[in-house]
């Protein structure tokens, strides 16, 4: 319905269209509700096209890469291959990623529209806590308003300040999305940072050809993880041929001679001393900044984290009645799995006030590294645990994946696992593969953590040989 003042009226407005805030659309709608999905790029949000859905789409290919070069450790033999003579066409590496984006957002188009959705392309910007003008993207601007708003507008790439970045040629300058649309394999590659996201691209790279070489800020790759965990994975990254510097910043970017593509990064080490790196290209990799800087958050009343995340309670609600924040923007933990999370939360908690209301508390937060091995993580880290909780009696775990039968069988036997217990009552609080399907393992004692099954019942159990779960008989028995 549209107003005297050419507002129209709904009674929900969903702002971005991520692997949350599509189904909250969805769900508004079949209720009966009038919804807005308000989108300024492409359905599906970050995830779908330029996050977990290509990404692990190119990395498939980066390991089909990988096991042709390893062909002749399998008895395997391919001219060329065992000297690292692969030919990688990285536009059909590319195209391949595409179709399968396409396919997953037209699905998430089809489910919206079907569903009786309207969907505005455009950016929002609030006028009030209740009103949105809405640039569309045929250049005209349409108003709109609603009782209930919600925000999922994602985050995106953050470049740093680096000196003399400027002269840098754009098509050599990568973030997280641009990376994915080369259409060759760059000669070399740098990439800054040594989270997820960078480990991940710097793999896949030195596996499709590039000379890769990762400078991380600190002391260890992957900052979050436990130290013995991260040191295992730097030894695998170095045992593939990528260099990685470790406590070492960037201080300035230059290019080289005006006859090569080459651009020079000088580099400095927690002692103080600098020296150049070089390569064709540059992957910034540091970290992502939250989507709320072009939502005019301020003439809604919305109060911002210093990071500039939108401030939530653990019922996802912001500091303005009616408006709620989820996924990415509203701040860490970013991963899609908690943006679905958070619309279920919302779902519940909108449309089914008759039943218990759900909250954030008490989550139990699963994620993967997609590195080859992945790295899959649930619950606490051994520090983490030792400080949350220095009056029980924490005990680990550790155990070599050379150790497990299925990893020998199939030669990929690189990394560890790790579990954190309580020794008294045999409470697993937390538990990280770094190993063959890594993840796929976390997830079996994600089960046993929300079932309150104690380390003790997966050390009986009687597991199928020869699984990767089958490792979970005998991890325990390295518990100190």
Known sequence: MATASNTKEYDCIVIGSGQGATPLANAFTTAGRRTALIERSHIGGCCVNEGCTPTKTMIASGKVAYHTQRAADYGIHSPGAEDGLIVTDMKKVRQRKRDIVDSFRTGGETRAQSAGVDVLKGVATFTDSKKLSVKMDDGSERNV?????????????????????????????????????????????????????????????????????????????????????????LDIFREDGIKVHLSTTAVSISPGPSDSDVIRLLIRSAEGSEYTVSASHILFAAGRRPNTDMLNLEAAGIFLKPSSHIEVNDRLETSVPGIWALGDVKGPPAFTHISYDDFRIIQRNVLEPHLPSLTTKGRIVPYVCYTDPQMGHIGLHEYEARKQFPDRKIQTAKMPMAYVARALETDESRGLMKAVVDGETGEILGYTCLGLEGGELMSVVQMAMMGNVPWQRLRDAVWAHPSLAESLNNLWGFLE
């Open 145 to 233: 308003t609603a009782e209930r708003i919600f925000i999922s507008t994602g985050e995106r790439p953050s470049i740093p300040q680096l000196t003399g970045l400027e002269s840098i040629p754009a098509e050599r300058q990568l973030d997280s999305t641009t990376i994915q649309e080369l259409d060759v394999v760059p000669t070399s590659l740098l990439v800054l940072g040594g989270g997820y996201i960078g480990l991940e691209f710097g793999q896949l790279f030195n596996r499709l050809g590039s000379e890769v070489t990762i400078v991380q800020r600190s002391s260890q790759l992957l900052p979050r993880e436990d130290p013995d965990i991260a040191a295992s994975m």
